[in-house]
């Protein structure tokens, strides 16, 4: 068994590549044509399983080529960079709420309105609040070219105003490694249980485009 990957991209199509069934295969982009939110350029891609000549299967997908990174600019400070370029990242706390559908979108008209809207009033992100949306919701993130920040759903008991004011103000930290039972997380297995459902949601989203950066605690959570 073999599979051949090929990716488009109008006139000029990226080399076909073929290799074994079940092992890792690199697709190389000659001069890539990089997403941005003011160029939110998707490949159509095709995998095919073939058996010989014959073949078996074949799926449409899609990628972007694009890198967030923190570099540091002219004078030392990080900031945050999209394909090499200082980007100011701008847009709402999103809480995905639907006056007729809570937190499921009625429709796909109603799950485009806010996607568009945002994108209508000059943001180019949105921090998706404690929620995890369908990844339709994503896909047509990376197609508006809206980036997104991912929040971890809370868990866990929150710290209050007065630690988080001095937080902000004073820089002010508590040690997370005692007294545990203050952040509702003293039992072992609930800590294991956090870290498994947030590894269990970046693996469900990992290669998405869209997402920049992962919120793993919401506020003071």
Not at 109 to 130: D, P, Q, V, W
Not at 177 to 182: A, F, N
């Amino acid at each position: 068994l073999t599979i051949k990957v090929e990716a488009y991209s109008g006139k000029n199509n990226a080399p076909s590549m073929w290799g074994e069934a079940g092992k890792p295969l690199k697709l190389n982009i000659p001069e890539p044509r990089v997403w941005s939110p003011s160029d939110p350029y998707l490949y159509p891609l095709k995998v095919q399983l073939l058996q010989g000549k014959r073949l078996l299967d074949e799926v449409d997908s899609y990628f972007a080529m694009r890198k967030f990174a923190l570099e540091p600019d002219a004078v030392g400070k990080l900031r945050f960079t999209l394909n090499g370029e200082p980007l100011f990242l701008f847009g709402p706390l999103d809480q995905g709420y639907f006056p007729d559908g809570l937190y499921t979108a009625p429709s796909q008209e109603a799950m485009l309105f806010n996607i568009e809207y945002t994108k209508s009033i000059g943001c180019n992100m949105i921090r998706k609040h404690i929620k995890v949306e369908p990844l339709r919701w994503y896909y047509h993130c990376d197609r508006l070219g809206m980036i997104v920040w991912q929040d971890m759903p809370s868990g866990g008991l929150i710290d209050g105003e007065r630690v988080a004011i001095l937080s902000l103000i004073f820089g002010f930290h508590r040690n997370d490694t005692r007294w545990l039972s203050r952040f509702g997380r003293a039992e072992e297995e609930n800590r294991a249980e956090y870290r498994r459902e947030l590894q269990g949601m970046i693996d469900h989203l990992y290669n998405v485009a869209c997402i920049a950066v992962w919120v793993p605690f919401n506020e003071s959570w």
